[in-house]
């Protein structure tokens, strides 16, 4: 059964700082890998997809890795401002007839003015 | 942008009640899921809806559960007889082809 983690489960850090947030994976038969970002209360920001095939994908501020092999994915954020705070998830898709995403349990993260 | 609208923000209910959580997903995809939040607890997974029937469903997805397309733009998930354990944070999702999956903003279920 596929289980997916994340490390931190907070993270405080001063604006301006990079950072790294983590995701692991149980089952590296995974599809594709979507990293969301959740403000309090609210939905899920698809932030970035990455698929099996691909080592990473960027958008903005934003790059996501992927190492399938290893169960690993990292979310690279530069330059964080107090705006970037927020949870964020990991959610994977496994492949064949399944549709559902697993999610990880998130990391909150706090940016600092 | 398109995006996922869900009606109503906020319901709140007594137990043993039927309730009607409602979604308009983005107009040109065609897969459509539930997922659930209860509150300090992971995202999960509840149905997913294709081509007028469900494709795959969890194991929390029991006979209290339903969906359904009722034309060509809503979405619904309906529980007959709500318990208090229902009460979570209701998500409605739906792609097109293309794999990422868009979410609502989410539909808040208190069970009282």
């Known amino acids: 059964k596929q289980e997916v983690t994340q490390i931190p489960a907070a993270l405080s850090v001063p604006e301006g700082e990079n950072l790294v947030l983590n995701c692991s994976f149980t089952d590296s038969a995974i599809y594709n890998l979507q990293w969301f970002r959740q403000d309090p209360g609210k939905g899920l920001t698809s932030l970035l997809l990455i698929q099996s095939s691909q080592r990473e994908q960027t958008s903005g501020r934003l790059n996501a890795s992927l190492d399938k092999s290893s169960g690993r994915s990292t979310l690279y954020i530069a330059a964080s401002q107090p705006g970037d705070s927020a949870t964020y998830l990991c959610?994977?898709?496994?492949?064949?007839?399944?549709?559902?995403?697993?999610f990880g349990t998130g990391t909150l993260l706090a940016v600092q003015p | 942008e398109p995006e996922v609208t869900q009606t109503p923000s906020h319901q709140v209910t007594q137990m043993g009640q039927e309730v009607i959580l409602r979604c308009v997903p983005i107009?040109?995809?065609?897969?459509f899921y539930w997922y659930r939040q209860i509150l300090g607890q992971k995202v999960e997974f509840l149905v997913s809806?294709?081509?007028?029937?469900?494709?795959?469903k969890s194991e929390i997805f029991d006979d209290q559960f339903s969906v359904e397309r009722p034309d060509g733009s809503n979405f619904t998930l309906k529980i007959r007889s709500t318990k208090l354990e229902d009460s979570a944070m209701y998500f409605c999702?739906?792609?097109?082809?293309?794999?990422?999956?868009?979410f609502g903003p989410g539909t808040r279920l208190t069970v009282t």
């Open positions: 809806f294709y081509n007028n029937e469900i494709s795959e």
């Open positions: 999702a739906s792609r097109k082809m293309k794999d990422e999956q868009y």
């Open positions: 959610a994977v898709k496994h492949g064949g007839a399944t549709n559902k995403l697993i």
């Open positions: 107009s040109n995809h065609l897969y």
